[in-house]
């Protein structure tokens, strides 16, 4: 069993930045896994927003946050970032943390989800 819980959603206005934080507890994920973010905004489908593998050597953004929002992993590879910038208020919903191996948090079905975290962007 493998618990993800993530931290530091808010309320900003457009065009500014938050962190999100997602730690890892209870059973080791490997090496070879991988870990993501994932958002469902209002009237829309839960979607892909960047993963990582787990060693933080490499990357890969959707289209629609690229350049904007920052994957990263730090603390021992027990905790993954999410940085947003330039934020839209398109950008509101809930955030979720995914772990798993890299096929299935790609695809939207990771062993792990987080409770997820709200972030608001007031106009």
């Known amino acids: 069993q493998v618990s993800l819980e993530e931290s530091g959603g808010g309320s900003v206005q457009a065009g500014g930045s938050l962190r999100l934080s997602c730690v890892a507890s209870?059973?080791?994920?490997?090496?070879?896994?991988?870990m993501g973010w994932f958002r469902q905004s209002p009237g829309k489908e839960r979607e892909f927003l960047a993963v990582?593998?787990?060693?933080?050597?490499?990357?890969f953004y959707a289209d629609s946050v690229k350049g904007r929002f920052t994957i990263a992993r730090a603390n021992a590879n027990d905790t993954t970032y999410l940085y947003l910038d330039s934020l839209k208020p398109e950008d509101r919903g809930v955030y979720y943390c995914?772990?798993?191996?890299?096929?299935?948090?790609?695809?939207?079905?990771?062993?792990?989800w987080g409770q997820g975290t709200q972030v608001t962007v007031s106009s």
């Open positions: 209870g059973d080791a994920l490997d090496d070879s896994a991988a």
């Open positions: 995914a772990g798993g191996n890299g096929p299935g948090v790609l695809a939207g079905i990771p062993r792990a």
């Open positions: 990582i593998n787990w060693r933080g050597t490499s990357t």
